[in-house]
């Protein structure tokens, strides 16, 4: 049993961090898998999977719900009744498209703000809108209950830190002061000279119609943003709780080890709890494997049973000198680690991880070590 | 030495010097005598020779002397894309000294996200701790510079705001620059124009400051909301001075002649799915791609003869070097997806040993290499 298993068990937010390319959102899939093996309703919600991982989890773009995997599938990957696995693809505008349908005061009040044109289309700028549906999309579905542990994958790369800061972000972007200056009706000298400034240069340099949409825009969203940062807020208060982990996953990569120890830090600075480090596709636990030497040319070798042999053997260098390398890149995962938080390394599992063989093997790895 | 793919010579890496047929202007690999046209004299080639669905090879040769499809320095611009670890900052920096050394003028350019600021891998490439907002020498004819969105946003208020006073106000005033830069996506526009202002930035004489611009993108998510910004802000935005700085950055990144995105990717099965979703992000974005590169590729040192032979020494048990083994074969699985998937110029580079500035060196001669 791993550590890895017990917050499987317990925990009921398990958020993974990593640079990209480090195989996050597949270790949120099984991370999901193996929660679901131990008995719970599991929800994973991933941000960018892909194909063949939305394939595998049976899940869609524009999906109202989320999906249960189907009953042969949760067979497959060791699921058994109570446990069940879900999953939902994070789309930032059916997020934030519910989000004012469900705080609008009234349905036609929804629609009208549905229709503005800013609305339409700042959901597209998924850049911005990712990290904060991630926390409304991880708010509601936490709030609503009906699963015992939801595994979130968070944007990719760079902009997992802005997940992070997302509320702190957003509560600028949403600040009242810069509000006012869009509504009308609030005099005072300072505020009228000031909104007279700003209606002067977004007027100059986004033209007087867009100026006057995006005044509208902030009128009518006003009253939504704030519920909206109210949740997001609370949200990241929550993740500071006990029964939240982080997961900071990794690759035997300088560049992503690099990330994770910067990850590692902002953590601590955010007051965020980390549940450890999972390192994948290390080869450190190759060192044992058995060195190829002429004891394994058959009885009456050929020359090109010779020349195999001799290539088969500088492979076997080149791959002792990687075991070597990321046997130290898991030493200094672990001396990082020291004794606050478990480090899991996970064994190179090559294609067809994100297949249901693939998402099952990964999860034992998970719950039992390698 | 000529590999070839599983089917035939459908996939061909040339690794050494093109024989030089003088009199018909045409050479042939050395190994396989297949005929590539356009490739001229004494041109090394090193790069991989796709064909065509019409079955007319095509050459795909990483530039310098020779006549090539992928020609990714006498571009104006080069947005290097793919997930993160795939090698595209490293690339990057290689790409920019290969320029470099053919007289180009050449900036690179990271983005500065806030957030990142105590790390820019780029700029540790060229040992610097981080770019500055204007371009720094870095070495003979390389400049780096770090792309901020608050500096771009200070640019283009100025260069719009046609009384200065005003512009200056703007600039200073807090609350204005904040909102600007917390919605979503001016940020991106900041970057977008400051990226604007460096490829129209002109000496004294009239030319171009910098030739190239290799722009190190963030990782997929954010360089797609890069490449589709000019798009998505002008269906806000039609008229106006944004307007007009989009459709500037817009003549110069949809003009495949100007700009070109280069696509990075490992010789791995999720890292090809991520770059050939990546392909199709930026089809919506009309942005011409330039090459595809499979970065790392592990050479197959077996001929067929040895790799059947190899079955028989491979009997109970994993060795110390079979997981290399699947790494080639996973390898060579990856390129025939590539190359059956991607239109656009594909080019295979080797697995390297050298790490950080030695390996940047070594790619960047590999990539400039010309035969005397």
Redo the contacts between chains.
Sequence with gaps: MTVVADLVREKQIIVCCG?????KT?TSAALAVAGARSGRRVLVLTV?P???LAQTLGVKRNSDEPIRLSAVREREVGIEAPGGLSAWMLDPKLVSDRAVRKLASSPEEADRLLRN??YG??T???????EYTAMEALHGFVERGDYDLVVLDT?????A??FL?APG??A??L?G??FQ?FLPRREGVLLGT?RK??G??LG????RQ?YSDLTTFFGSFSGLFSILNGNARRMSERLRSDDVAFLLVT?P????M??AF?FDD?IRQLGLPLGGFVLNRS?AG?AE????DAS???ADP?P??H???E??????E???R??DQDRDLLDALRDRAGDRVPVLAIP?I?????DLPGLAGLAGHLLNGA | MCVTGSTGPVLAKLCGTVKHLPDEAVASCRVCQTVLPGVGPFTRVLGVLSFQASGIPRVVAWLTGGVAEVDLTSRRVVLMTGKGGVGRTTLSAALAKAAAREGRRVLVAEVGEPSELEQSSLAELFGLPRFETTPSHLAERIDGVMLDSERGTELFLASVLKLKALARLAVRTKPLLRLLHAAPSFHEMGIFYHLLSLLEARDGDGAHRHDLVIFDMPATGHSLALTRLPKILLRLVPVGPMADALRAGQAILNDPAKGVACVVTLPEALPVTEALELLEGLRDSDLAVGAVVANCVPGNPFSDEERAALADLLGDGPLLGSTELERIDRADASLERLRENVKAPLLALDERPEQGPDLVEALSRQLAEVAP
């Design positions: 640079a990209g390319g480090v195989g597949t960018d892909s194909r063949r044109p800013v289309q700042v597209q700028m998924i850049a911005g809108m990712q944007p990719p790369s760079r902009n830190l802005n800061e972000r957003l600028e972007f600040d002061r810069i200056l000031t400034l700003v002067l240069v100059g340099v986004f033209g867009f690759s990569v300088r560049e992503a690099v990330d910067w902002r080869v190759n494997r058995r060195q190829p394994l040319l058959p050929s090109h049973h020349a195999a042999l290539k088969l053997l500088r492979l076997s080149k791959e002792r990687r075991v190179e090559g294609d067809g991880v994100d």
